[in-house]
């Protein structure tokens, strides 16, 4: 079953962290909502394909106990409707580690997704199958500790035939990455087929690309002064992202980001539990609900 909004209507898809749960958010009146709890794991990003209604999202895997302490390869990728129903786990079974944000093509019916301590960038079909590792640093998990090399944000361009991601880098360390890659590659992508469009990040996390505007949005968790901020920097003709700036600062972990270029507004969410309406002009901002810890947002 398929269950659409009133067109009028615009809703926010927010990831509670703790407790775990996918909460709706109408942004006509406030009001809220919690669509689905979750039980076995953490969400981190989300998704929702207009064609169809269904939401898709996130499980972080689970860390192992002390001295270990790395994740398990028991990460997911779910889906359900719009109404809660019909909840299916898509990919999984030792499959990813901890996938992060996740996008799709609504035209190939394709999922996109970060697998941040897989150090991978993958790829399925909306239902699960032809799971494809689009990129992958290493191979071997011993080596997941190496932060420089966790994929965290993705965003489509396939008008471009461009995807981007960012490797946010150590914590609050000032190595944070943006790359791209051809979407109609061969893959598993090789070194010389991905090109850094920009680096010495503070913490880059989530990307959106603005089809309207040209540009590519981020959230940025790192430290201030430039850190726990919304940016944005166009993408030339050559591939360079150019005239960065920073919209707003302030956030309190940011993490998950939404764009309504009709409206020239982002939806930000952080582990601060604060959602945000910020302007993409002048980065005004107004307080939409604060709440548990908060990941992955998106605009329905």
């Known amino acids: 079953m398929i269950t659409r909004s009133n067109s009028n209507m615009k809703f926010l ?10 909460v709706k958010i109408s942004l006509e009146d406030g009001t809220k909502e919690t669509l689905l709890e ?39 990728i779910e889906c359900c409707n719009q109404d809660g129903s019909e909840h299916t786990v898509l990919v999984g079974n030792g499959n990813i580690t ?3 944000q996740i996008t799709g093509d609504e035209k190939t019916h394709r999922l996109y997704w970060c697998d941040r301590e897989g150090m991978a ?10 799971l494809e590792v689009l990129l992958q640093y290493e191979k071997d998990d011993s080596n997941s500790n ?7 944000g993705i965003a489509l361009n396939p008008q471009k035939d461009y995807l981007y991601w960012t490797q946010k880098g150590p914590a609050k360390g000032g190595k944070g990455k943006i790359f791209r890659m051809k979407l109609s590659q061969k893959f598993p992508a090789s070194e010389s087929d991905i090109e850094l469009l920009m680096d010495h990040l503070p913490e880059p996390i ?8 040209g540009k590519l949005y981020w959230t940025d968790r790192g430290a201030e002064p430039d850190g726990n901020s919304l940016n944005c920097a166009e993408v030339s003709g050559n591939g360079e992202l150019t005239n960065h700036r920073i919209i707003a600062k302030g956030l309190k972990e940011g993490i998950g980001l939404a764009l309504d270029e009709g409206e020239n507004i982002a939806y930000t969410s952080d ?6 309406k910020i302007n993409l002009t002048d980065g005004s901002e107004s307080i939409i609900l604060q709440q548990g810890p908060m990941t992955g947002i998106a605009l329905l």
């Open 13 to 22: 898809l927010c990831l509670e962290a703790y407790p775990p749960q996918i």
């Open 98 to 100: 901890t996938p992060k």
């Open 271 to 276: 582990l601060g539990g604060y959602i945000r």
């Open 146 to 152: 190496e932060v420089e090399k966790h994929c965290v």
């Open 206 to 213: 989530d990307l959106e690309f603005g089809h309207k505007t």
């Open 38 to 76: 979750i039980t076995n794991g953490t969400p981190d990003g989300i998704w929702i394909d207009r064609n169809t209604g269904k939401i898709y999202w996130t499980i972080m895997g689970k860390m192992t106990d002390p001295p270990e302490g790395y994740f398990a390869k028991d990460g997911t």
């Open 121 to 130: 960038v993958m790829s399925s079909f909306a239902d699960g199958t032809g």
